[in-house]
T-cell receptor
Framework: GAGVSQSPSNKVTEKGKDVELRCDPISGHTALYWYRQSLGQGLEFLIY????????KSGLPSDRFSAERTGGSVSTLTIQRTQQEDSAVYLC???????????????FGPGTRLTVL | QQQVKQSPQSLIVQKGGISIINCAYE??????FPWYQQFPGKGPALLIA?????SEKKEGRFTISFNKSAKQFSLHIMDSQPGDSATYFCAASIRTSGSRLTFGEGTQLTVNP
């Protein structure tokens, strides 16, 4: 499979617990994005990686949210002390940066559905 | 601040009909406007996209119309099919700012047989 993969596909946790969500981008894709899709709402940008650096983390809703990317590949989104309002589908997307100055299509993974009880 | 507004929220069309979804944006720095299609349990997938120097782009049954002065763009699905039933999102991005996508709220399209 050459697509973006995410794990776990579903995660149920209790309020106050920490969770880690994983994204495996398409091989060779240097750009990686995290979005959040809340029930009945559109997709909300969280953070953008170029390689291992995060030049835009302006969408992270609070300091409970953090993300890292290692080896220019796998990324982990961590939510500490989860709250019920964190319940959503967390989507990861990746794109190449082959075409400088052009729009490089973002390919999305299937998402991780997070439920905070 | 909602930078991309999408309507309608839901749309029901008969097979063979035309589905029309509209979006309006505020930030004139946006320079790329993609449409994404999402089926239940799946991530969004790029359907068609347009740049602001073009007023219309057609790919098969899907057409984007773009009005730069009005800051509006729309998706037309001709000869709509039951298999087109999905949620559609318009989006906008700025290529020089990492191309993060700003999405509309989504339109749930149902095409009845």
């Amino acid at each position: 499979g050459a697509g973006v993969s995410q794990s776990p596909s579903n995660k149920v946790t209790e309020k106050g617990k920490d969770v880690e969500l994983r994204c495996d981008p398409i091989s060779g894709h240097t750009a990686l994005y995290w979005y959040r899709q809340s029930l009945g709402q559109g997709l909300e940008f969280l953070i953008y990686f170029q390689g291992n650096s995060a030049p835009d983390k302006s969408g992270l809703p609070s300091d409970r949210f953090s993300a890292e990317r290692t080896g220019g590949s796998v990324s982990t989104l961590t939510i500490q002390r989860t709250q019920q309002e964190d319940s959503a589908v967390y989507l990861c997307a990746s794109s190449s940066s082959r075409l400088a100055g052009a729009y490089n299509e973002q390919f999305f993974g299937p998402g991780t559905r997070l439920t905070v009880l | 601040q909602q930078q991309v507004k999408q309507s309608p929220q839901s749309l029901i069309v008969q097979k063979g009909g035309i589905s029309i979804i509209n979006c309006a944006y505020e930030n004139t720095a946006f320079d790329y406007f993609p449409w994404y299609q999402q089926f239940p349990g799946k991530g969004p997938a790029l359907l068609i996209a347009i740049r602001p120097d073009v007023s219309e782009k057609k790919e098969g049954r899907f057409t984007i119309s773009f009005n730069k002065s009005a800051k509006q763009f729309s998706l037309h699905i001709m000869d709509s099919q039951p298999g087109d039933s999905a949620t559609y999102f318009c989006a906008a991005s700025i290529r020089t700012s990492g191309s993060r996508l700003t999405f509309g709220e989504g339109t749930q399209l149902t095409v009845n047989p």
